[in-house]
Nanobody, 117 residues
Framework: QVPVVESGGGLVESGGSLRLSCATS????????MGWYRQAPGKQRELVAG???????DYADSVKGRFIISRDNAKDTVYLQMNSLKPDDTAVYYC???????????WGQGTLVNVLS
């Protein structure tokens, strides 16, 4: 069973917003740093945003000031609020624990974000 399920993607116009959710199960969520990653067509998967167990955050330069990652340990869920979306943000977005991502393990299906120009 895949421990992460992403949702919230869709089709949006440039400048619009979306909120992605990642529901997790099967592990003690509060003990793991989490990340949102994305893979655009023909490109490598990249880290977009990360959040530590105590809420510290970091972002790729390309999304700083536009995206906000957060977590709700009571719901075992991590979120990605995406604002001022650009066509370059078009990708499949995945969440994972930082450690599993580093080992390239246990990826979910992802959720597609398509930003129209």
């Amino acid at each position: 069973q895949v421990p992460v399920v992403e949702s919230g993607g869709g089709l949006v116009e440039s400048g619009g917003s979306l909120r992605l959710s990642c529901a997790t199960s099967g592990f003690t969520f509060s003990l793991f740093a989490m990340g949102w990653y994305r893979q655009a067509p023909g490109k490598q998967r990249e880290l977009v945003a990360g959040i530590t167990t105590d809420g510290g955050t970091d972002y790729a330069d390309s999304v700083k000031g536009r995206f906000i990652i957060s977590r709700d340990n009571a719901k075992d869920t991590v979120y990605l609020q995406m604002n001022s979306l650009k066509p370059d943000d078009t990708a499949v977005y995945y969440c994972n624990t930082k450690s599993w991502a580093a080992a390239n393990r246990l990826w979910g299906q992802g959720t597609l974000v398509n930003v129209l120009s």
